[in-house]
């Protein structure tokens, strides 16, 4: 079993950063990675970026590329989603989840909270 906490979310403006954490206990394994993935209002759940613990290989879907940065502090079993340049269609319900390697949310069987990311703009 893992345990996922987020955090880190809030209001910001366009143009603005944010950065989101993701804390992890519980007994992980060397075949899970974390991802973060998102829900807007009235929209289906769609993935962001995801890590591996034990390598330094990322994946980021193609819009947020350039502006969102995923990274890793293995001392505090920590996950972190920087974000930059903020739009206003980045506004979403972010969500960490430890599973596969896979931008499918169906291979993420350990999933956080959620934390609230809202853009004005």
């Known amino acids: 079993q893992v345990q996922l906490v987020e955090s880190g979310g809030g209001l910001v403006q366009a143009g603005g950063s944010l950065r989101l954490s993701c804390a992890a206990s519980g007994r992980t394994f060397r075949n899970y990675v974390v991802g973060w993935f998102r829900q807007g209002p009235g929209k289906e759940r769609e993935f962001v970026a995801y890590i591996s613990w034990s390598s330094v290989s990322t994946v980021y879907r193609d819009s947020v590329k350039g502006r969102f940065t995923i990274s890793r502090d293995d001392a505090k079993n920590t996950v972190y989603l920087s974000m930059n340049s903020l739009k206003p269609e980045d506004t979403a319900v972010y969500y960490c989840?430890?599973?596969?390697?896979?931008?499918?949310?169906?291979?993420?069987?350990?999933w956080g909270q959620g934390t609230q990311v809202t853009v004005s703009s």
């Open positions: 989840a430890a599973g596969a390697v896979s931008d499918s949310p169906t291979s993420y069987p350990y």
